[in-house]
């Protein structure tokens, strides 16, 4: 508290101090627009005062403001890549600001005295120029730059940058991983404000929650700036949702398309409308996005053991069973076959304005309602190997120490909902995003201030998801001939017949997570030429972030054994298809018709606390920071920006004391609180216009998922196993350097190489362990434990590499081809990982450190004619540590290959295609070793197509 009330003094006194120093001069300022050949805001211009050395750049609505300029007439110089250099005559009046608005031409280029005309680059030229004149080291597309249409999420644009890989769901890319660090270390904000989370267990912001077509820009931070929150340990995504234009805006879409895994049709449809009035003071930009696709997905999944063991049949004294252990080679002690049926309907709307009350004073209102329906049915056949004591001699069979045949239990499952409202027989996942922010910019003689309070908010609700599950036991044969695919056969398929599988249960869930995050921040900042170089500044400001994240759930079963003791009594259905993208071998079989259990009248349920007491919680989470830094101009050719950001964090966090899964014993609740002083140092040397050298020192953070902060106490008798939270649990932090070279091309192009360095303190991981004494209860010594703790450290080591130009050397066509690369390689070391014998694990990679990713596209691009084929490769990389070796989980490697297409009708209008995943890439995870399945599923290619229209006004 001591700490907070003297930053506040000290801002105080600085505001106080610069502003009084700057009445009496006799200084104006000039502030503007700079806007393209349609009337879009140009990010990322070079605004220069060539006799005062005196510069600015404009920022993503295409503005920049340059104060403390003498009374006097200049002439502004305006360079961007890709567009023709602009002059315009200004003149500053003591104590006022002078407004000017400046439209830029895309220009031809000349070569070996020929003309050569680029089309299609306007949208990368913004995300370059916008990337070479941050201080930090960023990389910044467009949406339209990658050639991604309205149906895809922001997260298949994501995917294309460097260091960038996403983790998929259903076939959609969902979760960010920057630089190698798992989502939950990565921040994700929205025009700068943070956006919420509606998962339950961890901080992931899902990408594919918000359409593509929303979004303007996309700038990803991978070295931050002081002024920036704190908690981007792997680096922080900027969406920049459409801003209003300074002419008249009319754009639409409509597509349809089909996939071929269901051989069923896709709707998309997106509108925005934009404009300015008259006196150019009031601007407004209004889009709506819609998406309905119904898919589906084929899935194998198996858990893999090294030991087996079976009942001798004799008894000790006590009379426990008397086992005896076998050696074998790993072999699936669990199988399962799924198939997925799928629709996702997504939503988003946006009504952005901003007001000019004169040149000195702006607001702007910005909002955003992202809203997705994800209705789900699967079909599941599950097997497990029975426990050691229920297996006896001639049970099973070993033949070359693969164990290929065994006594296994059977459920066959259908995944549903109610027939009524919007679930439609399906598990209705209802997830919904919205955002709200006021903010203004203000100059108050030649101090800049600008301000932001917003709400957002972000929920899943999943109501009335209802299982019915029948089980039998027969014996299979184990198929481990190609652990890619692995697969259980029954012994007799008689055996395996429907009639003779029993009544299990039928269940029915509810369950709701939502976040609500309240934002304000406020940023001054003042000239300050510390080297007398003609440019230099000193900013400082505050921000608080109060956040609170609820889930509670509940779980009922009922009891309808008696009206449904066979599967084979009820309606049916067979989902067996020889074009099983798996596999033609995976013959799924027949399970209940979800419209039969959408239709069951389920009344008086019994309450199964054991499903949800634990995953019940609240927590709150208030952040407090402030910063000062300094940008200076050391020389012609080197800036540097060098400050300090103080963060503040409190955390309450409520959970539940169990005993015996399903005994309530009271709520337990916690608070914690530490402070992160973090100082950041960015130097920018420009060797020439074209080329830039860059490196940074930063320190970050990341806060523990809300699940593991609480403090709550599951003892799970049956399993013989301790679930624990964690409350004590430190933010992890990270020091980092990063080294940077890039080169610009006149033809709007890049290369770029550089290196990146994090040492990690405290990163998190879930200890696996087994417990000494009674501590949680009489009988609990060698129950399993399992905890979230802190590790020691961890260090990652990285380079990333990018070339995009337009190969226009080449002579004929050729010359509209242009090339898009990029690589990173990762490679990192994890201490203090313990096993489950409590031994320190060696040679172990931080999770979720993906050792290489590439990007490729070659596109092709004339008058009237555009055409893409991009590739997306990432590497295998640890997801998940188990135990030990054996135990741990990978994400396999996965290349995604697509192609997009467009062809201008005329000046407006455009056909496009666009075909998804053309290799069939699966999601796959392996366990221990790569030929091993854990999980693999298949989502089959996309066709989508349609028309888009477009029309500017100045």
């Known amino acids: 508290m001591k700490i907070t009330k003297y930053l506040k003094f000290k801002f105080l006194l600085l505001i106080v101090a610069l502003c009084s120093a700057n009445v009496t001069a006799q200084k104006g300022n000039v502030e503007g627009v700079i ?30 403001s340059l104060v403390d300029i003498p009374e006097g007439s ?86 294309r940058i460097p260091g960038i890989t996403m983790q998929v769901d259903q076939g959609e890319a969902r979760n960010i991983i920057v ?216 049970d099973f069979t070993v033949l070359n120490s693969r164990l290929t045949r065994f006594p296994a239990e059977h459920a066959r499952e259908t995944k549903g909902g109610t027939s009524e409202g919007r679930n439609k027989n399906r598990r209705l996942e209802d997830q919904r995003m919205q955002n709200y922010s006021l903010g203004g910019k203000h100059l108050l003689g030649s101090l800049k201030l600008d301000w932001m309070a917003s709400f957002a908010k972000a929920s899943e609700e999943r109501l009335n998801e209802r299982y019915v599950s029948f089980e039998s036991e027969y014996s299979v044969l184990n198929d481990n001939s190609n652990p890619r695919f692995p697969l259980y056969i029954a012994e007799d398929n008689a055996d395996a017949d429907i009639a003779n599988f029993e009544y299990k249960e039928i269940t029915e869930e509810n369950q709701f997570t939502k976040e609500e995050d309240f934002n304000v921040f406020v940023n001054f900042e003042v000239p300050s030429d510390f080297f007398n170089k003609g440019d230099g500044s000193i900013k400082f400001g505050a921000r608080a972030r109060i956040k609170s994240k609820l889930r509670d759930n509940n779980f009922f079963e009922f009891d309808l054994e008696d009206q449904y003791a066979t599967l084979d009594i009820l309606p049916t259905k067979d989902l067996s298809n020889s074009d099983f993208l798996a596999g033609s071998q995976y013959l799924i079989g027949s399970f209940a018709d979800e419209k039969w259990l959408a239709n069951l009248d389920l ?94 020192w930063t320190n970050t953070l990341a806060r523990p998922n809300y699940a593991d902060l609480v403090p709550s106490v599951d003892v799970v008798s049956g399993d013989e196993e301790i679930i624990l939270g964690n409350p004590e649990l430190e933010a992890t932090t990270s020091v980092n350097f990063d080294l940077m070279a890039e080169h610009y091309f006149n033809n709007v192009g890049l290369l770029s190489g550089g290196a990146f360095y994090k040492n990690i303190d405290n990163f998190i991981y879930t200890f696996i362990g087994e417990t000494t004494d009674d501590t949680y209860g009489l009988g609990t010594n060698g129950y399993n434990l399992f905890q979230p703790l802190n590790g020691e450290g961890a260090s990652i080591f990285g380079a990333e590499f990018a070339f995009q130009r337009q190969l226009n050397f080449l002579p004929g066509f050729a010359k509209n081809l242009s090339l898009y690369l990029n690589y990173t390689f990762i490679t990192s070391s994890a201490s203090g990982i313990m096993n489950e014998d409590g031994d320190e694990r060696e040679s172990v990679d931080l999770p979720n450190t993906t050792p290489n990713t590439f990007n490729a596209s070659l596109a092709y691009n004339d008058k009237k004619f555009s055409a893409r084929l991009s590739g997306n490769f990432s590497d295998s990389y640890v997801d998940e540590l188990g135990g030990n070796d054996f135990e741990d989980r990978y994400y396999d490697t996965q290349f995604f290959l697509d192609f997009n297409a467009t062809y201008k009708v005329n000046g407006n209008l455009s056909l496009y295609a666009d075909l998804n995943n053309i290799t069939d890439q699966p999601l796959r995870y392996f366990q221990g070793v790569k030929n091993r399945t854990q999980q693999i599923e298949y989502y089959g290619q996309r066709l989508t197509f349609g028309l888009k229209y477009d029309l500017f006004k100045k």
């Open 74 to 159: 200049y002439i502004l110089k305006i360079t961007y890549l890709g567009y023709a250099d602009v002059e315009q005559n200004v003149t500053v009046v003591s104590g006022r600001t002078a407004s000017v608005s400046i439209y830029i031409e895309p220009k031809s280029f000349e070569l070996d005295g020929v003309e050569v005309i680029s089309y299609g680059l306007g949208s990368q030229a913004k995300a370059l120029n916008t990337q070479k004149n941050n201080i930090n080291i960023t990389s910044v597309v467009s949406t339209d730059q990658i050639g991604k249409f309205p149906d895809a999420n922001i997260g298949d644009a994501v995917k």
């Open 35 to 64: 806007s393209d050949e349609n009337g879009i805001y140009v990010p990322g211009a070079t605004v220069l005062i060539p006799a005062l050395k005196k510069g600015s750049v404009s920022d993503f609505n295409g503005h920049f």
């Open 603 to 696: 009344v008086d349920g019994e309450s199964i606390p054991d499903e949800f007491l634990r995953k019940n919680y609240n927590v709150d989470e208030n952040v407090f920071a402030g910063y000062v830094m300094t940008n200076q101009k050391l020389s012609e050719k080197l800036d540097l920006l060098l400050g300090l950001r103080l963060e503040t964090t409190k955390v309450t966090a409520t959970g539940n004391r169990i005993a015996d899964e399903e005994d309530l014993k009271g709520e337990i609740t916690k608070e914690s609180s530490y402070t992160n002083l973090m100082p950041g140092l960015h130097l920018k040397y420009s060797a020439s216009d074209a080329t830039i050298l860059r490196f940074a």
């Open 179 to 394: 630089r190698g660090l798992s989502p939950q270390l990565n921040s994700v904000t929205l025009n700068g404000s943070r956006i919420p989370s509606a998962e339950g267990d961890n901080r992931n912001v899902q990408m594919d929650l918000i359409p593509a077509d929303m979004i303007q820009s996309i700038e990803v931070s991978k070295a931050i700036t002081p002024d920036m929150d704190a908690d981007a340990l792997g680096g922080a995504v900027n969406l920049i949702t459409r801003t209003s234009p300074q002419g008249f805006r009319l754009s639409s879409t409509l597509g349809s398309g089909i996939n071929f895994i269901t051989d069923k049709g896709i709707i998309n449809g997106s509108f925005l409308v934009g404009d300015r009035s008259k006196n150019k003071k009031f601007g407004y930009m209004i889009s709506a996005s819609y998406n309905n696709n119904d898919f589906g997905s084929d899935n194998v999944e198996a858990e893999w053991a090294d030991e087996f063991e079976y009942y001798t049949g004799v008894d000790d004294l006590d009379g426990e069973p008397i086992l005896e252990s076998v050696d074998v080679d790993p072999y699936t002690k669990e199988f399962q076959q799924r198939k997925y049926l799928v629709q996702r309907i997504r939503r988003s709307f946006s009504a952005n304005m901003d007001y000019k009350f004169n040149a000195n004073n702006a607001v702007y209102l910005k909002t955003i309602y992202n809203w997705r329906d994800d209705r789900e049915n699967r079909f599941r056949l599950k097997s497990e190997i029975l426990d050691a004591e229920d297996i006896e001699q001639g």
